[in-house]
Structure formats: structure tokens, C-alpha cells
């Protein structure tokens, strides 16, 4: 009997050892990443979490790849399509709000994914570490120190996740693609359509080259061409980029009157920001000193991450102008714009990806000669230069370098999609990749990065994998034109005042000045009345006290309102004006409220009198809530 017992125990083992060897996947549901009540119930939407091996190669610790399906909202035979985000280290699911509601989701499953190690995935590597860089960056440093600062910051992250049993070089695109796989098997599909966006793109062909059948049709949208030149080519990659800003506006007739010889005025604020950093007052929550110093490698790498925006590369020459300028308090709002690359990017990640993927094979002597090249530059992006001496310290074993296939992975039908101002991953790499992948290429005029979020380009991806798409090698898709922004009436409250509204209710900042501008309301009406009623009866002082109080808080509305349009039309326009000031023509609210200013100090000096007048309380309530009014004007910084 016990023969039996033991042939089964050995089975039972042998299967076990061989499904560990196989690195076999399993998924959990879990509850909603967002914390949004109608999100419980929603049953078109699967949460969850998907069980995979750390290393493929060899089985031990298992890992979390967080997930989410959108489901098709009408039956449909289309493939499902896997969205892989790029960065690295940028998370998938994050886009859901966008996808949500996506017109591939009528007849197509959407997949978001968090590759492992970035946002809901888990474990996370280092979630602190952006902001341990963003500080790095807005202390005073040179260029060499920052490096060094870095090297600092990064190699601390790798030794705390290797004393929690992580190793980091576990965390590269071929395990990435195997995740992958495990997810697309695990969800029982077949085949799906894949978009990948940025360094997504190299993730996909990288997934592509391992497994060509779990493809229907790829889409590469800002691609990663060749590794190997990814860093090398980076200052050669933005001054092209650079170049056809720089003439596009020379060859708009307003734009080149406004800001003329645009070109030279960026190198000099390089020039000047080299010997003079410029400090700007920023909250504390953003960075607890209160303050961020711009040096000229900062000012490069902000205009590099803006020309990634189609309407911040419209507000580029004012940007550049206030640099030149230093406009300190105008150039605050560029922080915080500026922070958003780094709290949205999980750099433990990114760091594990690029020095396991990129960084090995490119060359930093390759990396100095291009950016001698361009001697305004003053060595090139050092941002990214900072990797090479991370990658000298980091990666004592580098991993054999990724051989893609493109004989294979041009048998999947594939579509490109490249902007005319992408400073990363420019057009010239989209067209080499179309002759690899014998694929078709959109070329799009006047924009940026990740196109997918575009309407144009969400229209073609839409098409080309409905199949109604109709097939043209090489396309140069003019989009809107580049609307230079010149009409800026600059002021840094106007910013505060859209961050104000924008965030929300909070009823400790919102409840006193709602409640200010009930009592004035209910004042003009109240003394309104009364003025007509009984004003004849007043003394000619008495009655220029009322008159200017009703036309007080008449101004107080009206310039509310007129601040609060006036923002809502330059949001539609360009969201990003905000963050400077709002459009020229509305610049006389800010004399309107010098007035109001003026108003309120006559009523003050009158209400010495306020033994004269009736409704004494009533007036005392207006005159709080017109000085209150004055001190959010004040708060928000107009002054």
C-alpha cells in the first residue's frame, strides 16, 4: 500500500517542481485601484492582479503584475487590445480615465497594465525615489555634483531592495514581455492588438520578437527604433527637434515680432542661468525648503519635457522669455508643471529598466563628442548623462543585450505614429522602423509625444484596427497649426486662482469667500432698496457712503466673475496660459481691481462715521466681506 502512496507523492512533486520550472501565473481579483464609489459595482470592469515568477529563467519569488480590463461594451469578435505605457516606469492603469470611455471600447476589451515594479504592481521599487531626485535638482548644483547626487540616491535604492530579497536586474523588458504573455494566456485570449506608447513601444517589439503569435496588430506610437543609439543620439535628438521649433515660430509673422531671434535668446538664458541660477518661491508641499534654483541644466531639461506637449510647446516662447527675463515669480507655476514628470514616474523602475536595457550599450564618450557638437548646449542634457555614471556603479553583471528579430516581427501588421516636435523618440525613428517592419507610418505635423491621446491619432488607431484603415505607406498627417501663445497679460495669482477652483471643494478656503459673496449680493439688493426708497432722506455724505458701497460690491462680483471667465476662455483655448497669466485682452480686470482697492479704502475712511448710518450690522458684514475678497486677491499673489 504504501508503493501507491509514494509513486503519487512523487507525481504530485514532479509536477509541482516542472509548473515552478514553467513559471505558471495566476490571477487574483482585487478591488478597485481608484478609490470611486460607482467603480464597486461596475461589472464591465475587471480589477486584479496577476502571480508571476520574479525570474523567468529560474522560479523563486513570485511578484504581483497589477491589471485592469475594460470590458466591450457591445459583443463583438474584435481582438481585445493590451496598452503597454512607457516611461519606463510610468503607470498603464493610470490612463484609465481616458480609456474608460474610449470608442474601442464599444467593440474591443481594453487591457491596462502596471508593468512590474510601477504603480499598483507589486513589490514597488522605491517610490520615493522621484522625489529624492526632484530635490536633487532644485538645490544649486553643478552639473557634476548633481550626477554624483544621484548615483548617491540610486545606488541607496538598489542596496535597500536587494536587503528585501529584490533584485533589480529581475526588472528588464524581456521579463516584462513574459508578464506579459502570462496575462494574455491567464485572461484566455487568443491573439490581441497591442499599443505601446514611448518606451512602450520598445517593451512591444521586445514582446513581439519572444511571441509573435500573441499578436493581431501592433501599433508603435513615439517609437524606441535602436537601443543602442537611445542615449547616444539624445542631444543630436533635441536640437533637431529644437531647430524646427526655433524656425516655426521665426515663420509665424506674430509670434516672430513678439518674441524675435528666439533662438538666440534660449542659449543666452543658458549662458546666464550657467553663472546666475534663479531661485523661485514654491510651496512647501511641492518642496518643504519653499524654493527651487534653476541652473541652466534645469532650464534645458524643462524646455526638453515641454516640447513632449503640443500646448506647452505653444507657450515655449513665453517660457523661454520669463527664463530671459527671470521673471521668478512668473516661473514659479513651471515647477510644478515641471514635478509632474517626477511624481507620475516610478524611478526605481525607470533606473532598473534603462540599465538593464539601454544604458549598457550605449556609450558615453559616443554621448560627450555629439553634445560638443553644439557647444550653446554646454555639454548636453547632463539629466540624462547622470545615467551612464549610475550605470558604472549599478550594473557590475550586465545582462546580454536584446537581439530583435525584425524578419519575424514584420510579419505582425503594424502601424507608426511619429510627432514632428518629439525631442525623445523623434521621426527619424519612426521612419527607420517602417523600413524594419515594412509598416505604415503617420507622420504628425506640429506635435508632440504619444500621439494615442490625440484625437487625430486615437481616429487612425481607431481605423487601423477596425480594418478600415486605408493603407498608406508613409503618411504626413497635418494637424492643427502651431498657435504660438503671444497675448499673455502675465501675473502669477491667476495661476493660484485656477489651482484654487481646480481643486476642488474644501470648505476651510471655500466656505468663507462663498459666504463673502452671499452677503454682498444680499447687500446690493438690501441697500439698493434703500437707497431708492429712502436715500433722499440721507445727507449727500450718507449717500455717497451707500452709493460706493452697492458699486463696491458690484466690482467685487463683477471681478470675480470677469477673473473666472477670463480663465475658463484662455483654459480653452491653451490650458497652460494659466500657469502664467491670462489672454491681453482682459488685462483690464487688473486695473479694475486697483480700483476696487481704491473703493475699499474710501469706505473705510467713511466708516469712521458708521455712528451716523443706519444698519450698522449689515454694513460691518459688507465691509468684512470686501476686505475678505481684498485678501484672497492678496493670498493668491495678484498683488
Not at 544649486?140 to 529584490?166: H, P, Q, W, Y
Not at 458690484?554 to 466673475?561: D, E, K, N
Request: with cysteine; aromatic share 14%.
Amino acid at each position: 500500500m504504501k508503493t501507491p502512496k509514494v509513486i503519487f507523492l512523487l507525481l504530485i512533486m514532479v509536477s509541482s517542481f516542472l509548473s515552478a520550472q514553467k513559471g505558471e501565473a495566476a490571477i487574483n481579483k482585487t478591488k478597485p485601484f481608484f478609490d470611486v464609489e460607482n467603480l464597486k459595482d461596475d461589472k464591465t470592469i475587471e480589477w486584479g492582479y496577476l502571480t508571476v515568477p520574479e525570474n523567468w529563467v529560474a522560479p523563486s519569488n513570485k511578484i504581483k503584475i497589477a491589471f485592469t480590463v475594460l470590458k466591450k461594451k457591445k459583443p463583438s469578435s474584435q481582438k481585445p487590445l493590451l496598452y503597454i505605457e512607457g516611461g519606463p516606469g510610468q503607470s498603464g492603469i493610470q490612463t484609465f480615465g481616458y480609456f474608460r470611455d474610449h470608442p474601442l471600447r464599444e467593440y474591443s476589451d481594453i487591457i491596462l497594465v502596471d508593468a512590474r515594479g510601477v504603480g499598483n504592481s507589486l513589490p514597488k521599487l522605491c517610490p520615493e525615489l522621484g522625489n529624492e531626485v526632484f530635490k536633487i535638482l532644485s538645490s544649486n548644483e553643478s552639473s557634476a555634483a548633481d550626477e554624483k547626487n544621484r548615483l548617491f540616491a540610486t545606488m541607496n535604492c538598489k542596496n535597500v531592495l536587494i536587503r528585501k530579497g529584490i533584485d533589480p536586474a529581475n526588472y528588464n523588458s524581456v521579463n516584462v514581455a513574459n508578464d506579459l504573455h502570462a496575462l494574455k494566456n491567464a485572461l484566455h485570449y487568443d491573439s490581441w492588438n497591442v499599443l505601446g506608447v514611448s518606451y512602450g513601444t520598445y517593451i512591444s517589439q521586445v514582446y513581439a520578437n519572444a511571441y509573435p503569435q500573441d499578436f493581431n496588430k501592433m501599433i508603435l506610437d513615439s517609437p524606441v527604433n535602436n537601443i543602442s543609439e537611445y542615449y547616444n543620439k539624445i542631444n543630436e535628438h533635441y536640437m533637431q527637434v529644437l531647430k524646427i521649433f526655433f524656425e516655426k515660430c521665426k515663420q509665424n509673422p506674430v509670434s516672430n515680432k513678439k518674441f524675435p531671434n528666439l533662438e538666440k535668446t534660449y542659449f543666452e538664458v543658458i549662458a546666464d542661468l550657467d553663472k546666475n541660477p534663479l531661485t523661485v518661491k514654491v510651496p512647501e508641499k511641492l518642496l518643504e525648503k519653499g524654493s527651487f534654483t534653476f541652473n541652466s541644466e534645469d532650464f534645458k531639461i524643462v524646455i526638453h519635457q515641454a516640447l513632449y506637449n503640443k500646448q506647452l510647446t505653444e507657450v515655449l516662447p513665453v517660457i523661454i522669455t520669463l527664463f530671459h527675463e527671470r521673471n521668478a515669480e512668473a516661473l514659479s507655476s513651471v515647477v510644478g508643471a515641471f514635478s509632474g514628470a517626477f511624481t507620475a514616474l516610478d524611478f526605481g523602475t525607470y533606473y532598473s529598466m534603462v540599465l538593464n536595457d539601454a544604458v549598457p550599450y550605449n556609450s558615453v564618450n559616443y554621448y560627450d563628442t555629439a553634445a560638443a557638437k553644439y557647444p550653446g548646449l554646454k555639454g548636453g542634457l547632463s539629466f540624462y548623462r547622470a545615467d551612464f555614471l549610475i550605470n558604472s556603479q549599478w550594473n557590475r553583471n550586465t545582462l546580454p543585450q536584446n537581439v530583435l528579430d525584425y524578419t519575424k516581427i514584420s510579419k505582425i501588421p503594424t502601424l507608426i505614429l511619429a510627432g514632428e516636435f518629439d525631442p525623445i523618440t523623434p521621426v527619424s525613428n519612426a521612419q527607420s522602423l517602417t523600413e524594419l517592419l515594412k509598416a505604415d507610418v503617420i507622420i504628425f505635423k506640429n506635435e508632440g509625444h504619444a500621439l494615442a491621446f490625440t484625437e487625430e491619432g486615437s481616429g487612425f488607431i481607431n481605423k487601423f484596427i477596425k480594418d478600415t484603415y486605408q493603407r498608406n505607406p508613409s503618411k504626413i498627417m497635418s494637424t492643427y497649426n502651431t498657435n504660438f501663445v503671444t497675448d499673455i497679460h502675465i501675473n502669477p495669482g491667476v495661476a493660484k486662482l485656477a489651482m484654487f477652483i481646480g481643486s476642488g471643494f474644501d470648505p476651510l478656503t471655500l466656505s468663507p469667500l462663498i459666504l463673502a459673496y452671499l452677503i454682498m449680493i444680499i447687500g446690493i439688493v438690501y441697500f439698493s432698496m434703500h437707497f431708492f426708497k429712502k436715500g433722499r432722506k440721507e445727507s449727500v455724505l450718507n449717500q455717497l457712503f451707500y452709493g460706493l458701497l452697492i458699486a463696491s460690491c458690484i466690482m467685487a462680483v463683477a471681478l470675480m466673475s470677469g477673473f473666472l471667465y477670463a480663465i475658463k476662455d484662455a483654459a480653452g483655448s491653451n490650458f497652460f496660459i494659466c500657469a502664467f497669466g491670462i489672454k491681453e485682452k482682459f488685462s483690464n480686470l487688473f486695473s479694475l481691481l486697483y480700483v476696487y482697492v481704491a473703493m475699499v479704502v474710501v469706505l473705510l475712511l467713511l466708516s469712521v462715521r458708521i455712528s451716523k448710518y443706519q444698519h450698522k450690522v449689515v454694513i460691518v458684514g459688507i465691509l468684512f466681506s470686501l476686505l475678505l475678497i481684498l485678501f484672497y486677491f492678496c493670498y493668491w499673489g495678484f498683488f
